[in-house]
């Protein structure tokens, strides 16, 4: 799995002309599976990011956690992050299928909010604008094959 995680003071995704899912102050997730992955990948995803210590203390370190921060988590599926762009018109054969991908997806989202989070999300599949107001700006790529 890989995701791409921005701090962010506010983000919200958008569907159809509606807003889908809103968060304050937490992380904006972009989550990629990849067709190998399985659930033990989307556990340590989403242990990783309930652990990940990029929120400020007291004296303006990079220390504190997600859930100290209070932060709320806004998961976005993207597929395109298993991009092969080795030509110019990128091809997407490693992402996952839907069968696999949407399961492994919702895996992350539930042990994120097993653990207290407030978990918003956009739609699997669907075509989404999605908007944030990057805090620092913090952004961290994640990908389970290196952690």
């Known amino acids: 799995m890989r995701a791409v995680v921005t701090r962010v003071k506010s983000a919200s995704v958008v569907i159809d002309g509606e807003t889908r899912g809103e968060i304050g102050v937490g992380f904006l997730v ?9 659930e033990a990948e989307a556990k340590k995803l989403a242990d990783k990011l309930c652990g990940l210590r990029v929120f400020e203390d007291a004296n303006g370190k990079m220390n504190v956690n997600p859930k100290d921060a209070g932060a709320e988590m806004l998961i976005i599926s993207q597929f395109t992050l298993f991009a092969d762009c080795r030509s110019r018109r990128p091809g997407f054969s490693h992402a996952a299928r839907p ?28 075509d989404m604008q999605v908007f944030s107001q990057n805090d620092g700006p913090v952004t961290i790529l994640l990908d389970t094959k290196e952690l």
């Open 30 to 38: 972009l989550l990629g599976v990849h067709e190998s992955d399985a």
């Open 99 to 126: 069968d696999v991908a949407i399961p492994l997806y919702e895996l992350v989202i539930g042990e994120c909010r097993a653990r207290g989070f407030r978990v918003e999300t956009g739609v699997f599949g669907a």
